[in-house]
Structure formats: structure tokens, C-alpha cells
């Protein structure tokens, strides 16, 4: 690979953003595990710092950073509960923000997704795996401590109500929310513009502020990204 320059982001703490060879850009986080990849993503290394290219189209959290999210406050040290883990993708990447002092935990209910995952969590000792339904936050309740974000990116038709609902067990006040909207899973016979101001009601009615909404067209259809702060 040629020649590329990696600056840290103008705006978000552990986000890079790398210039390639002809000039496009993409965006990155600090390998907390130099020399693995997580999902087939590009390695970049500079000096003795190796960076892991971010796909827009494999994380919704990228998506929304290259859409213009007003804010992405995850910071190292932080602890994030992390709904709708899957194989690890994104969580990977917040893992890489948090590094070790911070901790990601991360819920997902599939058991043959889960295998992944907890392979994944072999290597990435600051992701904890927890096989259960997000919709039930008491039933890992003693395994998760008081986390300073929720990321939340569930295919159910109340992701709001579930957000809040573990919002109440997990998320201190003045904690943050990044909700995933999947207007399909919700409603597939209602506009996603619909879609979206119910499930964002519904959050200010259980004690969120909401930040920002953006939408993740053309990375994934159907898809917007909510930032919200907790006032409980």
C-alpha cells in the first residue's frame, strides 16, 4: 500500500481520519491489538502505531460520524453497554476508543452470532460477551456496572422503549445515548420519517434530551442514528 497520513478527527477523541494514496479519505481508530482484524478491514500503520480503517458500510457508527453527528462522546476510560452486539464490528471499534481502561458490554442474543463474539472477546479483553434478550435488562443486571453510554443497534419493533429500559438500570444521569433506528424493524408499513419521531417521543418522554438525529442514506437504507443525554 502507498504512502497514507492519519490525523487525529478535528472533533472526536480516538477517531482518526486517514488520507489515501489518491487522495480520499477514510475514517479509523487505534488498533488496541496490533496486527488483527476484526472484519477484513484495512491495516494502517505509522511508525509504531498501527490504525484500523472504519467502514462506513459495516458500521452504523461510522455512518453517522461521515453524516455529521454533532458529537460522539465516548472517550478512553469510559464504560459503554453495548445492545445488539452482533459478531463485534462496531464494538470493536469502540473498544479501540475506550482501550483498557475502559470497559464494553456487550449484549447480544443470538447464540450462533455469540460464538464469534466471544472469540472476538478472547482477544479484546475490555468487550465482555453477555448472551441475553435486551428486551430483559435485569437478567444481566449483575454482571453490568453503571456505563457512561448506551450504544444500542437492535433489530425490535420498540427501540426506544428497550433504550430506556435500560437506560433506568445502567446509564448514569448525564450519559449518553446512541440509538440505531431500524424503521423497518419497527413498522415496516409506516414511513421512516414516522417511524423516527415516535421512537425519538417516546425517548423524551422517558428522561432523554435528544442531541442530534441523523440519517445514514446511502450506508444504510432506512437507518438514522439518534444522540441523546439521559436526565433521567
Known amino acids: 500500500m502507498g504512502e497514507v497520513k492519519i490525523v ?3 472533533k472526536f477523541e480516538g477517531v482518526y481520519v486517514v488520507e489515501l494514496e489518491d487522495g480520499s479519505m477514510r475514517l479509523a481508530t487505534r488498533n488496541l491489538v496490533p496486527g488483527t482484524r476484526v472484519y477484513g478491514e484495512r491495516l494502517f500503520r505509522v511508525g509504531e502505531t498501527e ?12 455512518a453517522a460520524i ?7 462522546p465516548i472517550a478512553k476510560g469510559h464504560k459503554v453497554l453495548y445492545l445488539g452486539a452482533a459478531t463485534g464490528t462496531t464494538a470493536s471499534h469502540v473498544s479501540d476508543i475506550v482501550g483498557y481502561d475502559g470497559r464494553v458490554y456487550a449484549v447480544e442474543f443470538a447464540p450462533r452470532v ?5 472469540a472476538l472477546c478472547e482477544i479484546r479483553r475490555n468487550i465482555i460477551p453477555i448472551l441475553a434478550d435486551a428486551r430483559f435488562p435485569n437478567s444481566y443486571r449483575i454482571i453490568v456496572e453503571e456505563v457512561d453510554a448506551i450504544y444500542s443497534d437492535v433489530a425490535q419493533p420498540e427501540q426506544a422503549k428497550l433504550v430506556a429500559d435500560n437506560a433506568e438500570f445502567f446509564l448514569k444521569r448525564g450519559g449518553y445515548l446512541f440509538l ?51 436526565e433521567g
Do not use: C, Q
Not at 490504525?51 to 461510522?62: H, V
Not at 461521515?66 to 460522539?72: R, T
Not at 419521531?197 to 434530551?209: A, C, H, I, P, S
Open 66 to 72: 461521515l453524516k455529521g453527528l454533532s458529537d460522539v
Open 8 to 10: 487525529p478527527h478535528e
Open 114 to 118: 455469540m460464538r464469534e463474539l466471544v
Open 51 to 62: 490504525y484500523r480503517e472504519w467502514n462506513a458500510y459495516r458500521s452504523k457508527l461510522s
Open 180 to 230: 440505531a433506528i431500524k424503521a423497518r424493524s419497527v413498522d415496516v408499513t409506516m414511513e421512516p420519517s414516522d417511524v423516527y419521531k415516535r421512537e425519538v417521543d417516546t425517548l423524551k418522554n422517558r428522561g432523554f434530551k435528544i442531541i442530534d438525529v441523523v440519517h445514514l442514506e446511502p450506508f444504510d437504507k432506512d437507518h438514522a442514528m439518534v444522540l441523546a443525554v439521559y
